[in-house]
């Protein structure tokens, strides 16, 4: 596998990301894999609403499935999502983790301990601590660590808590969190 | 170190060499459940049985079997609701149904049941269509623990107005309260509601098929599976099913990556609700 990008994101997160994905090109050489923090009743048709506005395709995660370069998958609402060893994803039912099911915290360490170094998380705006131990231990497992700047991103909490669990991370304003993903991707490529 | 070789990480060896001892010594075998999800309840097991690494916990689980009960409430345990989905509930009950009404007696497996939730709803479901009299359900589980809980059938009252209300939302014919007294903080279900049912230890993983069935509901239980034990899975249930016969999976579970697919159609896609082939 080549590489993953795992996003979190809660309060805020859909505009942060209709931001953040319709910029991403057909060709990212990447699967991303979001969590985004919705009520749990409802199917929450968030592929859909990206699918029309992004140039990669669009797709809800399926559990047992390899994720290809080029793709965007969402955690279905109601289950946690994870990365296996071998790189493909999987759903479970367990108890919310900081009261959320998806929880980013789930996604981010499964994904770190899959990915070590060839892993990118992003955690975005929102109002809670989710994600902010999952971001330490991508950095820990030699990954690379990106928050959305709390002094712009539309709720600060969750991308602060995450600063101060993980002080290297790099800062960025929602619109050049992109371009940097797309200026990251071919170094770290390996065949 | 390099992206190709990283070093080996030693709470991954730990953890393979603990469910290796746990099958060798108990035959309980999650060797093959998907790793994420088992090392992250792992962890959690650690933690609060207050151990210091994964070998210690294999120390103790090899030589003291009080162990097992402790380490399978971390494994296999987990929360639901009555009447989970109930757009799952109301596709058997409007759509299954009128074929199982055909049959003179029934059989339903329900497998990996837990603490029982959908038991009790899929006989409350049956005796309110009319064919509880007639049917036999199969609640199997691996945890002892779990299963006790299910026969017992008593339930945290704060958990009622959730499982009423999902009751209702299945196309109810009947209240909830019909079927459970209070009792300070708990809710005590009718025990007729369980005079056909059989709970039983089976093991989706190391047990074979025990009887021919008309409808089997196992949810939210093969996606902690990997893919050959999911198969593995599968293939009981295609096994146990008589000719057009009903599989019931998860919302987010799908036979379409199966190498079983082909001997089942969609029968409601939308909830996953399977129907075998005549074969």
């Known amino acids: 596998m080549t590489g993953m990008v795992v996003i979190g994101a809660s309060a805020g997160g859909v505009q942060a990301l209709l931001t953040l994905l319709p910029a991403l090109p057909a060709d990212f050489p990447r699967p991303v894999l979001i969590v985004v923090h919705v009520p749990p009743d409802h199917d929450h048709g968030l592929a859909g609403l990206f699918e029309a506005r992004c140039a990669m395709q669009v797709r809800e995660a399926e559990d047992k499935q390899l994720p290809e370069p080029g793709t965007i998958y969402f955690a279905p609402a109601n289950y946690h999502l994870l990365v296996e060893p071998d790189g493909s994803m999987a759903l479970s039912a367990d108890d919310p983790v900081n009261h959320s099911r998806p929880s980013i915290d789930v996604l981010l360490e499964s994904a770190a301990d899959a990915l070590r170094r060839r892993l990118i998380a992003v955690l975005l705006t929102g109002a809670n601590n989710d994600g902010a131990e999952g971001l330490r231990a991508v950095a820990r497992a030699g990954g690379t660590a990106i928050v959305e700047d709390p002094e712009t991103a539309r709720v600060p909490t969750m991308p602060a808590a995450g600063l101060a669990l993980c002080p290297d991370a790099t800062r960025l304003a ?5 371009p940097h993903l797309v200026r990251l991707a071919p170094s770290h490529v390996r065949p | 170190m390099n992206d190709e070789t ?3 990480d030693v709470d991954d060896i730990e953890i393979e060499l603990l469910l290796e001892a746990l099958y060798r010594r108990y035959h ?3 060797r093959h459940y998907a790793r994420a999800s088992i090392k992250r309840r792992l962890i959690q097991a650690r933690g609060r049985l207050g151990m210091a690494s994964f070998s210690a916990l294999q120390d103790r689980l090899l030589h003291e079997p009080e162990m097992l009960a402790k380490l399978l409430n971390y494994l296999t345990v987990q929360v639901s609701e009555m009447f989970r989905d109930p ?11 009128p074929h199982l009404r055909t049959y003179p007696s029934l059989k339903v497996w329900i497998a990996g049941c837990s603490n ?5 709803s899929l006989a409350m479901l049956f005796r309110e269509e009319g064919l509880e009299q007639r049917t036999i359900f199969y609640a199997t589980d691996i945890n002892p623990k779990a299963l006790k809980a299910a026969e017992a059938g008593v339930y945290p009252l704060d958990q009622i107005r959730k499982f009423t209300e999902n009751h209702q939302k299945s196309g109810a014919r009947t209240s909830l309260s019909d079927y459970y007294v209070a009792d300070y903080d708990r809710a005590i279900f009718d025990s007729s509601l369980r005079a056909n049912v059989v709970f ?5 993983a190391t047990d074979s098929v025990f009887a021919e069935m008309h409808l089997i509901s196992c949810r939210n239980v093969l996606i902690y599976f990997d893919r050959d034990l999911q198969e593995r899975a599968v293939g009981l249930f295609d096994e146990s099913l008589v000719r057009r016969g009903f599989l019931g999976l998860g919302r987010k579970e799908s036979l379409r990556f199966s ?8 029968f409601v896609r939308e909830e996953k609700i399977y129907q075998r082939r005549e074969r």
């Open chain 2, 116 to 120: 029982g939730e959908e038991v009790y």
């Open chain 2, 200 to 204: 039983s230890d089976h093991s989706l």
């Open chain 2, 259 to 266: 190498d079983h697919a082909a001997g089942f159609a969609d």
């Open chain 2, 6 to 8: 990283p070093e080996p």
């Open chain 2, 28 to 30: 309980y075998d999650f």
């Open chain 2, 87 to 97: 757009s799952y509930f109301r596709a058997l009950r409007e759509k299954v149904i």
């Open chain 1, 174 to 178: 929602i619109d050049a969190i992109a």
